[in-house]
């Protein structure tokens, strides 16, 4: 309703105003690690492609995959950058470990792990191990720890404006426990993100490839 009725010149600004409510992207991107000149980065539920955009202006030598489960992907992207990404709407992380690629040096995780049911988070997580295909890489994870106002904002705006009812937010203890049971031996090193946009935090994982 709301691209409806504000277009496509408008839609993406009050949209940014209005995610600026729950997070500060330029913050996230701050967090990223170093990338070299030619990365390969997976954005796993990558949505509108608002965070990509600051990303690919700050890294002019990378590309990136996006995969979401929706049909609607990367609408928010700018023109100039969009022939550096490829979109895959419609794909699940099953769907793409069956398709040859190479594997990222960069795996972006972003608001996505409070979308996915509690059931399914460890099923998550194993598809994504699939898709490495027991090669080493790096694993960004960016959510919201519970018990803050604006994690209790987020939550019933997901609920209520996006329509996810199966929303629920997972701390960062839960998610390291999660990446941990499917990539033994990952290392976790927190980032600056919780102490200055708290609640968003983000969590850098360096995945070893398996038997080293």
Same mark, same amino acid.
């Given at each position: 309703?709301?691209?409806?009725?504000?277009?496509?010149?408008?839609?993406?600004?009050v949209?940014?105003?209005?995610?600026? !409510?729950?997070v500060?992207? %330029?913050?996230?991107? @701050?967090?990223?690690?170093? /990338?070299?000149?030619? =990365?390969?980065? &997976?954005? $796993?539920?990558?949505?509108?492609?608002?965070?990509?955009?600051?990303?690919?202006?700050?890294?002019?030598?990378?590309?990136?995959?996006?995969?979401?489960?929706?049909?609607?992907?990367?609408?928010?992207?700018?023109?100039?950058?969009?022939?550096?990404?490829?979109?895959?709407?419609?794909?699940?992380?099953?769907?793409?470990?069956?398709?040859?690629?190479?594997?990222?040096?960069?795996?972006?995780?972003?608001?996505?792990?409070?979308?996915?049911? !509690?059931?399914?988070?460890? %099923?998550f997580?194993? @598809?994504?191990?699939?898709? /490495?295909?027991?090669? =080493?890489?790096? &694993?960004? $994870?960016?959510?919201?720890?519970?018990?803050?106002?604006?994690?209790?904002?987020?939550?019933?705006?997901?609920?209520?404006?996006?329509?996810d009812?199966?929303?629920?937010?997972a701390?960062?203890?839960?998610?390291?426990?999660?990446?941990?049971?499917?990539?033994?031996?990952?290392?976790?090193?927190?980032?600056?993100?919780?102490?200055?946009?708290?609640?968003?935090?983000?969590?850098?994982?360096?995945?070893?490839?398996?038997?080293?």
């Amino acid at each position: 309703m709301a691209r409806a009725i504000l277009g496509q010149r408008w839609f993406p600004v009050v949209g940014g105003w209005y995610r600026a !409510v729950f997070v500060d992207l %330029e913050r996230v991107v @701050d967090c990223l690690p170093e /990338l070299p000149a030619g =990365a390969r980065i &997976l954005d $796993i539920g990558g949505g509108d492609g608002q965070m990509i955009n600051i990303l690919l202006a700050r890294h002019p030598q990378v590309e990136i995959t996006m995969l979401d489960l929706s049909p609607s992907l990367g609408s928010f992207l700018r023109p100039e950058l969009r022939e550096r990404v490829r979109l895959l709407p419609a794909t699940s992380l099953r769907d793409y470990a069956k398709t040859a690629h190479e594997v990222p040096n960069l795996v972006i995780i972003g608001d996505v792990i409070h979308h996915v049911p !509690v059931a399914r988070r460890t %099923e998550f997580f194993a @598809d994504l191990r699939t898709v /490495l295909r027991g090669q =080493a890489t790096s &694993l960004f $994870i960016k959510d919201l720890e519970p018990g803050h106002f604006r994690s209790t904002l987020s939550l019933l705006a997901d609920r209520y404006v996006s329509g996810d009812k199966l929303v629920s937010l997972a701390s960062r203890e839960t998610v390291t426990m999660l990446v941990r049971e499917a990539f033994p031996g990952a290392e976790v090193r927190p980032t600056r993100l919780f102490d200055v946009d708290c609640p968003n935090y983000a969590l850098l994982f360096s995945i070893k490839a398996e038997g080293s």
